[in-house]
């Protein structure tokens, strides 16, 4: 095709602009230009076809040295390389370039790129995306809604009352009465929950008058440091974030969560939301949301609050598993496991409690198998969107199509379709049967993994008791049980140095690991610097080896890949040590 000439001949801008109308896709019915469109994404795909290999990378040879290595030095990564990258610096081209070079200059960029949906992919909850999911972003893409208002969105605001309605009807909410926005990620979504509860404590005058008194927001220690950042841009304050404790399993503690209230409710403190996590970052902790719920409300009895705190459920990993609270685990159609049946039940038990929240979080792009971005906000009373209205006298709250007006009272003023159309792909493409199928899975070869590293004597499984598709574990040198070990490293402050001894042989074990897998041999796995603390005063961070079970190719070869690769770098560690 000769199209670059044309364009670099071209003197007058009239030909130029000719030229660059086939940079487009046409308004018109035209099938040639749509047959160029797809072509063009057909080459695409074939160029990055063929950087695909046996590695769970795209690329590996030519893997680049920054961003994506980033893993591999685990933690070593300074604050201002994270932000700078001399190395990159690029002058704005005077000239343009042809589709056909663009795309494979795309192309190019996708090396070093995980590849989320290989079996031995196991990095983080990132999942591979669904191709219907992947078709509402295009779609979006080329239609370019903007969800600020239906005028500029068609059904595409249709589409986010709809996905809202399923989410609601998914975890028991009324659908006639609750409400809620797609949003920016799971951030976002925090950042609805504790701006509601923020003006519920200040009666609604927080947006006008800001916020002149201290107002506490309340989550756990293992919650996600994410809420570091809402309480900062909300202007809260990082200080007024209170974190409570949490046990082994990750789970907030109630005595200590009632205690800080009580102190809290005596002393007239405000508290703006409470924060349960339904499924941590980590290790899968589910908060016992039904207790906190109870408890608010009984302190709020007994304290005559006014104004009590908002519960916000950040179940952006957890929301899904609530496919499984009609599931028949007594007849089990699915055929799973004992041991997955069991883990999935625990799990559900506590995620059946989220219609209790006043306003849950969810992410598509992390356990609901669509891309990035696309997260829900919502609430248990639509009216309490009206809160965060800039303009509550226009009633934000009626829903009825064709006066849809979310600009009204989002964050963002621009806000792409592409999210809310994705997840409604998703939930339309999988049902509940498909993501129990899917999560069934994920948390199935889970356990099994879990079965097999604990079959070694000196393997641990350090975030024993959670029951979802993440699994931390540390591996030891010692002859000595690895149970024994860790219960010392835990308790023990005489055996401080040993614990960060095996911080740093652990590390050693995953650098190996990774090494390995980049070059196309074994398994992609992550890494946690701090997963927990020792159990006394000052107790030093307990890192942790971390496999996330995501994609559906992930089979029990790829989990006994695990196991072998852990074995064998412990043992290659252990010669190079001399031992
Ligand atoms: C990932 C995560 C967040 C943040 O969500 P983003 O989509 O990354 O903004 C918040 N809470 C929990 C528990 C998470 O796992």
Redesign the pocket.
Known sequence: MKRDRIYSQAQNYNDILEWLKTCFPSPFSDPIMDSYFVHTVSHFLDHVDSLKGVAPILGVEEKPQLGQNASAKAGEQTRSESVLDPGSAMDFPEQGSSVEHVTELLAGYLKGMNIWAHPNSQIN?IPPSSIPSITAFIAAAIYNPNIIWDEYSALFAQAEIEAISMLSHLVGYDPGKSGGVFTF????T?FYGCKVGLEKALEGRGSVEGIKEDVKIVASQS??Y?HLNVASWLGIGTRNLVLIPTNQQSEISLTDLEEYLRRAFEEGTRVAAILA?M???DAFGIDDLGSIVRLRDRLTVEYELANPPHIHA?S??GWVWSVFRDYDFSENPLGFRPRTLRALLESVQRISSLAKADSFGV?F??TGYAPY?S?AFVVSDRKDLALLSREPEKMPYLYQFGRYHPGIYTLESSRSGAGALAALANMRLLGKQGYRTLIGHVVEMAELLRQRLEEHRFIRVINEGNNGPVTLFRVYLDQMEAREVFSREMSDPGYREILLQHNEFNREIFQEIHQKSIRGEGVLLSWTDAFLCANYPYGPPIASLKSFIMSPWTDEKAVDTVVREVVEARASLKEKMGL
């Open positions: 909850v990620g799971g951030t976002g925090i919650s996600h994410s996590t499924g941590t970052t950040d952006v990993i992410d792009h992390k971005v997260s």
